[in-house]
């Protein structure tokens, strides 16, 4: 299946919507406190992008609320919401696999399988990490990361990492990436925003977990003052996250160790000694940036309620929408000339197609 997509660059946003929060339908949370002047983003520049960006095509179809896509040698590992991991080999067979985890996936608003990051010998050792809401409902919503080990046929438990990170219908985070002997681990306030600036608390943090599990999890926390990190890719040792605003003014910020980001303080483009203001912000109307991917030249955002994969320039931070007509965009990855990216129609806040969720890649050079 092949669609023909676009090439528009933003030159401002299109218009507001006056409810524009996270995902989809949440609580509000944070009182509108900015003053008019701040909302007013700087408009992106009106030079021409450098991408070329060809035809979107279909891998894989049927995919089940997917979250996170991971490469593999032969083809890709997607970790659904519900708990399975599906299986693509390189022709685009999918095989739903269940998981073995010794805590069930408890699957709730946006929680339930989140994040996957494979291990570098992932071929032979069948090693990779998952991010994962469990325990009930009411006030006993918690999120952990564990090891599991695929064997060709299942995915088993094979260790635990970080557990009892807070949890809620809303606001668990849960990107990983791996990046050599540390695991990258977002986590989201929970839906208590004051969690956020709690250094005893892993909630509303970027956590930079040793996986040789030393230290204690406080030892862990990266930066803190994050509200709902869903994005995070490192480029040249610069890292990246995108965050959700409480109303639109999604953040993508450069994550630098023991910053505060500013949740629930300031936001979006507010300033604070001692809080770091973002690299980008979208403005008033709703991105729900969910996974990012980097190069040299560009920030590439999934987003979800936006339906757009876009590529924000790192110098000039001007956007340039890549594809525009699959629905919401859960996660995307960059390898060589073409990007890799998951739709996310299929979580009842989108309009799925009969194929979806789907795999789809696109050139971009
Ligand atoms: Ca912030």
């Known amino acids: 299946m092949k669609r023909q997509i676009g090439i528009v660059t933003l ?22 406190t900015r003053s008019e002047s701040e909302t007013d983003r700087e408009t992106s520049t009106t030079e021409e992008s450098n991408l070329e960006i060809g035809e979107v095509t279909a891998i894989a179809e049927n995919l089940s609320i997917p979250w996170s896509l991971a490469r593999t040698e032969e083809g890709w ?19 739903r696999q269940d998981v073995n985890f010794k805590e069930s996936v408890f699957e709730i608003g946006e929680g339930g399988l989140l994040g996957l990051a494979l291990s570098e010998d992932f071929e032979s050792s069948g090693i990779l990490y998952a991010y994962h ?32 990170i807070p949890g809620a219908r809303f606001h668990n985070g849960g990107r990983l990436l791996l990046d050599g002997e540390h695991l990258w681990v977002t986590t ?22 040793p996986l040789s599990g030393e ?29 959700h605003g409480a109303s639109g003014h999604d953040e993508v910020n450069v994550i630098e160790e023991g910053n505060n ?19 980008f912000e979208v403005g008033e109307t709703s991105w729900a940036p969910s996974g990012i991917a980097t190069d040299e030249q560009y920030v590439y955002m999934a987003t979800l309620r936006n ?16 594809v525009e007509d699959v629905g919401r965009i859960r996660d995307v990855w960059l390898e060589d000339d073409t990007l890799y990216f998951i739709s996310n129609n ?20």
């Open 77 to 95: 590992l997607v970790s659904e919401r519900g708990g399975t991991i599906t299986v693509i080999d390189s022709s685009g067979r999918a095989t």
């Open 261 to 279: 980001y500013g949740w629930p303080i300031i936001e979006a483009n507010q300033e604070q000694d001692g809080l770091v203001t973002p690299w």
């Open 188 to 209: 989201g306030d929970a839906l208590v925003p004051e969690l956020a600036q709690d250094e005893s608390s892993l909630a509303g943090k970027i956590l930079r977990i």
């Open 307 to 322: 339906e757009r994969l876009v590529a924000i320039d790192r110098e000039t931070k001007q956007v340039t929408t890549i």
């Open 346 to 365: 299929t979580d009842g806040r989108g309009n799925p197609q009969p194929q979806d969720d789907q795999l789809y890649q696109v050139t971009i050079r």
């Open 133 to 164: 809401t469990y325990g009930s409902s009411g006030r006993n919503v918690q999120n952990r990361v564990v090891e599991l080990t695929w064997d060709g046929e299942r995915f088993e438990e094979t260790d635990v990492l970080l557990d009892e």
């Open 215 to 243: 230290g204690k999890p406080t030892d862990w926390i990266y930066s803190l003052g994050h509200r709902n990190p869903q994005g995070l890719s490192q480029i040249d040792e610069v890292l990246y996250a995108s965050e």
């Open 11 to 32: 030159l401002f946003l299109m218009g507001c919507t006056p409810e524009s929060t996270n995902e989809g339908t949440e609580p509000p949370t944070l009182e509108e």
